[in-house]
């Protein structure tokens, strides 16, 4: 993690002094998106790496939201697109969120990213900045000066299912999520499409725990379907999805990882993680400030055929063995969604 530096800003009024730490170097190069995704290729601009904002509602080593997050900004840093500043653990209210937002705009950031379910907050601080383009993750409603980003997560949501089908011993799988909302409902019952392309006879079973960060809950949640037969899970949130890591390397079950690579946490029962990889949006959302084509603010979107998300299996997996047959399901499936011949199911309620 970058230390703090000479630009860090204190943000007061919101009950509590948060520090912003600044991060990186002021040199420039050409790049592109590492994901060779369809975002294209882009350098800094004539006065150098673009300010960006980066506003986290968690760490950034969690391996899951925020990690990636973090991590991508890195990358474009990294790349001399950029130069951030960032806040982790930020807090989670509307009200305080936009004032970050706001403070990392006043200071001078010209992007800056809210990078939560934070639609409010951002519509606030887009309209007391009026000059600042902003953004904000999950999808949404778009302004003049505000751009959403989506996370198709479903999409490596399906494969994981092929996977899951072909390792079920019993027949049965689950999903884990926080809240009920479009993205996790479209992640779950895409775990369930995939699943049912090779066996219509799985059955599936969905615990919404209606928290995002409580490990505990999400690791109650997989115990308890455990105990009616579930075998290999899938979450959404990064609560969930730790606590469902927790559950699996207890009882010796599988499951996969949520937005990062998970599997680290328990080796041998992470059968792969659903990446969630934002270079791809971070990179287009910076092209397009660069280039005055931000406004009016746009809904990115990169899945499976841009490589904004994919299935990362885990070669240390080791509960059961993953059939050959399995495999060359997802590899086929995969081949037809970037060829456009299948369209993954996207049931977001």
């Not at 000059?131 to 302004?143: C, E, K, L, S, V």
């Not at 109650?220 to 990064?238: E, R």
């Amino acid at each position: 993690m970058p230390s703090i530096c000479s630009k860090c800003l204190c943000i007061c009024g919101l009950g509590l002094a948060l520090v912003m730490a600044g991060c990186g170097s002021s040199s420039s190069s050409s790049s592109s998106a590492s994901s060779g995704a369809s975002a294209s290729s882009t350098t800094s601009s004539s006065s150098g790496p673009l300010s960006v904002g980066l506003v986290l509602p968690c760490p950034t080593n969690d391996l899951s939201w925020c990690q990636q997050g973090y991590q991508a900004a890195q990358t474009l840093q990294q790349q001399g697109l950029i130069k951030f500043h960032y806040l982790a653990n930020a807090p989670q209210d509307t009200a305080s969120a936009s004032q970050i937002m706001e403070r990392y705009a006043k200071a001078g950031d010209k992007l800056v990213i809210g990078h939560s379910s934070w639609q409010d907050a951002a519509f606030a601080a887009g309209k007391a900045i009026p000059g600042t383009d902003f953004a904000y993750g999950g999808g949404g409603q778009t302004a003049t000066n505000v751009a959403t980003y989506n996370e198709p997560i479903y999409q490596a949501g399906y494969l994981a299912g092929i996977i899951a089908a072909g390792i079920s011993k019993k027949g049965k799988i689950g999903g884990i999520a926080g809240p009920d909302v479009p993205l996790c409902h479209a992640e779950l019952a895409a775990f369930d499409a995939g699943a049912k392309s090779v066996d219509p006879s799985i059955q599936t079973t969905n615990t919404y725990d209606g928290d995002w960060n409580d490990i505990t809950k999400g690791k109650q949640a997989t115990l308890a379907q455990a105990s009616q037969g579930a075998d290999v899970f899938l979450a959404c949130g990064g609560g969930p999805a730790s606590g469902m890591v927790q559950a699996i390397k207890q009882e010796n079950l599988s499951g996969f990882g949520y937005v990062a690579d998970m599997s680290s946490l328990a080796p041998k029962n992470v059968v792969g993680s659903i990446i969630y990889n934002l270079v791809p949006y971070f990179t287009a959302m910076v092209h397009d400030v660069d280039s005055g084509t931000y406004r009016p603010g746009k809904a990115y979107t990169f899945g499976l055929a841009q490589n904004g998300v994919y299935l990362k299996l885990n070669p240390s997996y080791a509960v059961t063995k993953i059939p050959a047959s399995s495999t060359a399901a997802m590899e086929k499936a995969l081949a037809a969604v970037k060829a456009g011949k299948l369209t993954v199911p996207n049931i977001g309620s």
